[in-house]
């Protein structure tokens, strides 16, 4: 019998999978590796995992506490996945930039969701860290797993991400491309990359233009999950050996391609990772594997990225045209 004792054996070990037609022009291989296909959607499922079995060994979560943490959804997604299956309550704390489906989501797995103003600075009272932080402080058996800056984060990376796309390439991987947002995904399975090949593998960050891991000031982007405006101590930038940012125009369009051509129907911040890697690989002999990571799905984009209002509301090109009956039939 071939059978998940619970869904979190269903964690990890996501596939490579080969582009196709974005790379038109490209000689280089461009693999992905789909992390939408862990249990709870997204990358995310990893670093939750971990993060928990590490507050448990140290004692910093016990029975009947409380997770609380600022997230953008995918890791509360996880955080909810696990923290459900071990008989734990969860608060998260989202910006209101957040699309609605993402608070479902966390919603429909049984968390509590505060939702704060994203147009404040960080230490606002009213920002997502503030709030976070006092709901730790006061929720009685709180555990904040803070992904920012919590190691068990970028080591779930390392032991398992990183292990996966050197395995699954056989080692040939040369170049290994991920968005950053606190960093773990790529300091981790960078890192392991890093040293399994003795430094071969080049390791690339994706930045949304505005971002400070390409220089930015934390100017707003509409990518979700990646950039910052702060340097989080989960990012390792001894790790990358490069940053290249693309704008949220770049971003989208290869989010829709993606889904498109390729029938990978992913996150915003995948189209950025594949803009970057596209970018990279340019100027690569044939012999040169990349491997980017993708995120999350685009299911919880449907409203914004795939949908022509609102990305005609931000001067974005459209999308597709609805056509009516009258349309057809004339
Ligand atoms: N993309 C999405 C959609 C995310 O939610 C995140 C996590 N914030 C990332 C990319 C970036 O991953 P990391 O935090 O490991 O840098």
Redesign the pocket.
Known sequence: MKIANSVLDLIGRTPLVKLNHVTDGIAATVLVKVEYLNPGG???DR?AVNIIDAAEREGKLKPGGTIVEP?????GVGLALVAQQRGYRCVFVLPDKVGEDKRAVLQAYGAEVVVTPTAVAPDDPTSYYSVSDRLAREIPGAFKPN?YSNPN??LS?YQTTGPEIWADTDGTITHFV???????????SGRYLKEVSNGRVQVIGADPEGSVYSGGTGRPYL????GEDFW?T??DPSVVDQVIASSDQESFDLTIRLAREEGLLV????G??VSVALKAAKHLPADAVVVVLL??GGRGYLGKIFNDTWMRSYGFARVTEDRTVADVVK
């Open positions: 997204s990358s995310k670093i997230t953008s959804g995918n890791t992904q984060g970028p990376h991920a968005g950053v947002g606190t960093g773990g995904t790529i300091s981790g990518v979700e999950g990646v989080p989960a990012y996150g915003g911040s995948s950025l990772a995120p999350d």
